[in-house]
């Protein structure tokens, strides 16, 4: 298997053609400079022990040596053999309620913003540990299965909005159906689902989900969002200005507030623990410390190419050219000029 480590400079090898043309305009113009000189036939015989084949010769050495250079910096690497390296982790699906309660600013910038702060600093720290996202309102969907592409992660976090899930509510128990249909249970890794929501559980029964999902081996953590006593939801229009607060069909201002009775529980159907969310403290950070402490099982091999580099060959074999073009001269050998058939004597009177 061949890769070149640095192919843009392949397209200096676009210059061959041009270099083939600038030789034949060359060769013209010495040609036309001679004939206005004087005859030709005369100073060819003149110039008998310049060679022309020799001349064409030396150019397409220099054709060849100009090409083998430029391979060489484009650097060509072989590869050799594949390696494997085993793969040990945990898994790890973060739940995230993107229901519009959590545009609520009694956490900044907002409930939402603050949670997708916290999950990129989680995967920055991640090495060899799976993660995947499931988004959830009334509805769970996945965001993105369970993958070490860390950076493929981050830019599906990036476009998570509240608009993410068309269904409004918050069904906290969908997200837990929808993390355990995503786990892979022939593996036999430690599997762990950290809820990130504001706990206001409006669809569906989440006790029963943690029950069934602990009865799976897997640990369920629960990081909750908001002030317990309630706060209301900014409107913003298009020019993010704020208008008003969300409110109800009668017109009152609605007070979205968290509810950490059910996420501790929750948490503790799943064998795991409940943080309550701040502005400053990064509670997934604690969360990882407790998953770092579980044991890492081995989940599969990774098999990469190991890859040489061969650009010292090319450069040495565009040098040697380049020299030997360097000491071949213009001039006719003297015997091999004897056997040629088209040489022709000149006779001085």
Same mark, same amino acid.
């Given at each position: 298997m061949i890769r070149f480590a640095h192919s843009e400079d392949l397209y200096l090898l676009a210059l061959i053609p041009v270099f083939i043309v600038l030789f034949f305009v060359v060769a013209r113009a010495r040609k036309n400079a001679l004939s206005r000189f004087g005859n030709l036939d005369i100073l060819s015989r003149l110039a008998e022990s310049a060679s022309r084949p020799k001349r064409s010769v030396k150019f397409i050495m220099f054709l060849f040596a100009y090409a083998l250079i430029v391979v060489g910096l484009a650097n060509p690497q072989i590869g050799t053999r594949l390696q494997e390296v085993k793969q040990e982790g945990v898994d790890i699906f973060i739940a995230l309620d993107v229901s519009f309660s959590m545009k609520a600013e009694d956490i900044k910038p907002n409930r939402l913003e603050k949670a997708k702060f916290e999950i990129r600093n989680?995967?920055?720290?991640?090495?060899?540990?799976?993660?995947?996202?499931?988004?959830?309102?009334?509805?769970?969907?996945?965001?993105?299965?369970?993958?070490?592409?860390?950076?493929?992660?981050?830019?599906?976090?990036?476009v998570v909005d509240v608009d993410a899930v068309p269904i409004p509510g918050t069904s906290i128990g969908s !997200?837990?159906?929808?993390?355990?249909?995503? /786990?892979?249970?022939?593996?036999?890794?430690? $599997? +762990?689902l950290v809820i990130i929501t504001d706990?206001?559980?409006?669809?569906g029964d989440a006790f029963s989900a943690a029950e069934d999902a602990a009865k799976k081996g897997i640990l369920i953590y629960t990081i909750g969002l908001g002030s317990p006593g309630g706060t209301p939801i900014p409107m913003y229009n298009s020019y993010g200005q704020q208008t008003d607060f969300k409110r109800d069909r009668l017109g009152n201002i609605v007070m979205t507030k968290l509810d950490e009775v059910s996420l501790e529980k929750i948490a503790?159907?799943?064998?795991?623990?409940?943080?309550?969310?701040?502005?400053?403290?990064d509670e997934l950070n604690e969360i990882y410390k407790a998953i770092n402490a579980l044991q890492k099982r081995e989940f599969g091999t990774k098999q990469f190419?190991?890859?040489?580099?061969?650009?010292?060959?090319?450069? !040495?074999?565009?040098?040697?050219?380049?020299? /030997?073009?360097?000491?071949?001269?213009?001039? $006719? +050998?003297?015997?091999?000029?004897?056997?040629?058939?088209?040489?022709?004597?000149?006779?001085?009177?």
């Amino acid at each position: 298997m061949i890769r070149f480590a640095h192919s843009e400079d392949l397209y200096l090898l676009a210059l061959i053609p041009v270099f083939i043309v600038l030789f034949f305009v060359v060769a013209r113009a010495r040609k036309n400079a001679l004939s206005r000189f004087g005859n030709l036939d005369i100073l060819s015989r003149l110039a008998e022990s310049a060679s022309r084949p020799k001349r064409s010769v030396k150019f397409i050495m220099f054709l060849f040596a100009y090409a083998l250079i430029v391979v060489g910096l484009a650097n060509p690497q072989i590869g050799t053999r594949l390696q494997e390296v085993k793969q040990e982790g945990v898994d790890i699906f973060i739940a995230l309620d993107v229901s519009f309660s959590m545009k609520a600013e009694d956490i900044k910038p907002n409930r939402l913003e603050k949670a997708k702060f916290e999950i990129r600093n989680l995967i920055d720290r991640l090495a060899g540990d799976r993660i995947g996202l499931v988004v959830f309102a009334g509805e769970g969907y996945t965001q993105f299965p369970l993958t070490t592409d860390y950076s493929g992660a981050n830019l599906f976090l990036d476009v998570v909005d509240v608009d993410a899930v068309p269904i409004p509510g918050t069904s906290i128990g969908s !997200a837990i159906t929808r993390a355990m249909e995503s /786990f892979d249970f022939k593996e036999q890794t430690t $599997k +762990v689902l950290v809820i990130i929501t504001d706990g206001e559980n409006t669809e569906g029964d989440a006790f029963s989900a943690a029950e069934d999902a602990a009865k799976k081996g897997i640990l369920i953590y629960t990081i909750g969002l908001g002030s317990p006593g309630g706060t209301p939801i900014p409107m913003y229009n298009s020019y993010g200005q704020q208008t008003d607060f969300k409110r109800d069909r009668l017109g009152n201002i609605v007070m979205t507030k968290l509810d950490e009775v059910s996420l501790e529980k929750i948490a503790a159907l799943g064998n795991g623990a409940y943080y309550r969310g701040t502005n400053n403290q990064d509670e997934l950070n604690e969360i990882y410390k407790a998953i770092n402490a579980l044991q890492k099982r081995e989940f599969g091999t990774k098999q990469f190419t190991d890859y040489e580099p061969r650009f010292q060959f090319f450069i !040495a074999a565009g040098i040697l050219l380049l020299l /030997f073009e360097l000491l071949i001269s213009e001039k $006719k +050998v003297e015997w091999l000029a004897k056997w040629n058939p088209l040489r022709k004597e000149v006779n001085v009177p």
